[in-house]
């Protein structure tokens, strides 16, 4: 029987699409860019009586391609409902969401440290944003519309994660291929990418899931991630091993005390009380709408890896390294089309890694490359009195060598190197050293 807890973890993540209106009306979807508070608002995101909703025909081909890039089957039938609670940031009372038939459906992400599930991806919109304040010395709460009716897709994995290093490794590669898909920025610290990890524990010996689970909500980066689940097992373990259940709630990340803090009892869905958005009909797509949507993936990120190991002769290491990010993958292949020997692959890809070769153009950095290995060649004459020189000059290590330690010739070696000041072919410059050396 095992004896030891084992961290059961399933993952909520928001992603804020990049499209140019927002998720239900034609206002500018800008959040960050806005420069005033409420100016991208309309009676749609602002909830008003009487404004009705229409879909962003983008975003939903946006969800469907990330659906596709994770593996997902996707619905041919879908719809909006709507999802009640009451909040500031919630104009209308409710969110326009998904929630029985959803876009994507069954995806899977495979990862070194195992492959987590894809439970769903569906469409929803942001709420807005409050800021809390003073005014006349009295503090406030304001809200900003701005980001009100921003698409916003929701990622929901199986509880297949099992550690908090595994988790990170998920979201790195769950941010990359949205990265590459070009949907989103993905940017954490603004908000348009937001993690939730939900966390439990299993008892030792226990074959199914926990009974309960803590969310931990609006966490805006991979390590907070890490650290909130870290201190969630732990807490957990401590309630389990004196026979108490953790409490169904959602809790907070604090950086600051390094610690996960309560907010409210977790609702169940049927607290929301959702039922079909009445004012947006029902979705059907046809096969031929989803591969037309399939026709737009790219080359995605583990696909561009193993090319370019093949294509190129780049170890696993420098592949991952140089596919980390589309831009970086890009910017590695136009070098290479501008690239002439003795400018390799693998220099272009030293150069980019260790040198951060990508912070100049392309065309600079190959005449880089190209003048660090274009070697100045030399006449035999010079290169024989090169080596004469130094075989004169070191009689102790030429006797070294000939008594049989082999490791001498690499010093003479470099004393020749010296001599010639980096001139010379290094293979002819060796073999007409242990020649004279002979």
């Known amino acids: 029987m095992e004896n030891k807890y084992t961290p059961v973890i399933g993952m909520e993540i928001h992603v804020e699409l990049a499209t140019k209106s927002k998720m239900f009306c034609g206002c500018k979807n800008d959040p960050f860019g806005a420069e005033k508070p409420n100016i991208y608002t309309c009676p749609v995101c602002l909830g008003l009586p009487g404004a009705l909703p229409v879909p962003n025909k983008k975003a939903v081909e946006w969800t469907m391609l990330l659906g596709l890039a994770l593996g997902c089957t996707i619905s041919t039938d879908s719809k909006f409902d709507r999802k009640h609670y009451f909040y500031p940031d919630l104009a209308k009372g409710y969110q326009i969401s998904q929630y029985d038939m959803p876009i994507c459906r069954n995806g899977i992400i495979h990862l070194a440290s195992g492959d987590v599930r894809i439970h769903r991806v569906h469409l929803e919109e942001d709420t807005g944003k409050l800021q809390h304040t003073k005014i006349d010395g009295l503090p406030v709460t304001l809200v900003d519309f701005n980001r009100s009716g921003v698409p916003l897709v929701e990622i929901v994995t199986e509880p297949d994660i099992h550690s908090s290093e595994q988790a990170k490794e998920f979201l790195k590669k769950l941010h990359q291929i949205v990265r590459y898909l070009n949907i989103s920025n993905a940017d954490m610290e603004k908000g348009s990418m937001r993690l939730e990890p939900n966390i439990s524990v299993k008892k030792p010996g226990e074959t199914e899931l926990p009974k309960y689970k803590v969310e931990v909500k609006n966490i805006n980066s991979f390590n907070f991630v890490k650290k909130a689940i870290d201190f969630e097992v ?42 079909p958005e009445p004012d947006i009909p029902p979705m059907q797509f046809t096969k031929e709408q989803i591969e037309a949507v399939r026709a737009q993936l790219p080359e995605l990120p583990d696909v561009k890896t193993a090319r370019f190991v093949k294509e190129f002769g780049l170890s696993d290491y420098d592949a991952i390294q140089i596919t980390d990010s589309v831009e970086r993958a890009t910017f590695f292949e136009n070098c290479l089309n501008l690239a002439k020997p003795p400018v390799t692959a693998k220099m272009i890809a030293n150069w980019i890694i260790n040198k951060k070769g990508d912070e100049m153009p392309a065309d600079k950095l190959i005449a880089q490359i190209s003048a660090a290995n274009t070697v100045e060649d030399v006449s035999d004459e010079v290169l024989a009195g090169a080596i004469s020189e130094v075989v004169s000059a070191n009689p102790k290590a030429v006797a070294d060598y000939k008594s049989g330690k082999q490791q001498v010739l690499m010093f003479l070696f470099g004393n020749v190197l010296k001599t010639l000041k980096g001139k010379g072919d290094k293979k002819k410059v060796m073999e007409m050293l242990q020649k004279k050396l002979k």
Not at 253 to 266: I, P, Y
């Open 234 to 275: 732990e807490r957990h373990i401590k309630l389990l091993s004196n026979g108490e259940i953790p409490a169904q709630e959602t809790r907070g990340w604090n950086e600051e005390k390094g610690a996960t803090v309560s907010q409210r009892s977790k609702e169940e869905a049927h607290d929301y009380r959702y039922f």
